[in-house]
């Protein structure tokens, strides 16, 4: 079946890493996914910040470009998720706004009925792929098959994932990462920040209290004893990464990968590093810390 995807800003730039291990894994999976033709930013965060109806009427044009598919449309992103989602029930309820937002869309040649299913990749991954099915592409022989036994794998859901739509998951205590991680073979390493906002777009603006933000997370993360934390949103994955590279006061202290959720299951199917754009992340090293981790930990699995 054919998805169309929708990647958001981030994607296509801090995090292309991300994006490629999307594309890289959903093409394993054997999952079509085809690109939104004409996207434009979701109207997050900024935008929504300083005009409301503005920000709904970016996130409509999406919807709107995708309905006449039929196509149900996939983001990687959080945010792009939590605005394209508003919007949808925004013109479902109708009121002013969805009057607004469907006069903005006119005034562009579009119109929108509300029928376009969006869906996070997360919870696609478990209730469409399935975690069953997740455990047998990890275990299957033409793969390398359960590399990351042993590690102890963080989920970091963020705000955005879970807040103030939790869809087919808890909004207080989620569990679809840790069921993939646990389909993956690893370990999870539950933390009490894992909801808690890194940040976002404040490491642009006011720089020292998205830090501060970030090192509680990690410092949270540190207490377990993981070896990777592992994130579905493109900027809490940027934040713990920045923090860790600007931050001296873990100066001395290994550093700890930051990986998205599509990396994770890539590394596990046994694709490798390249493939899953590891060598962009901001932290140096990354990939070959990681291949030591599994050498240490899974050396059974990897053929150590």
Known sequence: MKYL?????????????????????????????????????????SVIAVNKILALALAARNLALAEPSGLQLLTPCPSCWLELTKVNNVIKEGG???????????AG????????VV??????????VGVEKIKQYVSNQKYVGNPLTGLKIAPYYGC???????????AYNPQNMEKIIEALGAE????????????????????NVALDMGRQILRSTRETK??????????????????????DKFAGKDELPILSITQLV???????????????????????????????????????
């Open 109 to 116: 040649g579009l119109s929108y009925k509300g029928t376009t």
């Open 226 to 247: 993981a070896d990777i934390v592992v994130s579905a949103c493109p900027l809490c994955q940027l934040n713990l990464e920045l923090v860790q590279f600007r931050n």
């Open 266 to 304: 890539g590394l596990a199917m046994g694709i490798s590093p390249e493939e899953l754009g590891l060598s962009r992340s901001v932290l140096p090293g990354v990939a070959k810390a990681i291949t030591n981790m599994q050498k240490e930990k899974a050396p059974a699995a990897i053929g150590g």
């Open 160 to 170: 955005q994932m879970v807040r103030p739509y939790a869809e087919k998951d808890d």
């Open 188 to 207: 999870v390493a539950p933390f009490e920040l894992k909801t808690a906002c890194c940040g976002g777009a404040l490491m642009a603006t006011r720089k």
């Open 5 to 45: 995807y929708f990647p958001g800003c981030s994607m296509k730039g801090t995090s292309r890493g991300y994006e490629e291990s999307v594309v890289t894994v959903f093409s394993k999976l054997g999952i079509a996914l085809e690109e939104l033709p004409d996207w434009n930013c979701c109207g997050s965060t």
């Open 96 to 106: 002013k706004e969805a009057e607004k937002v469907k006069e903005a869309l006119a």
């Open 119 to 128: 869906r996070h990749l997360v919870e696609f991954l478990v209730n469409e």
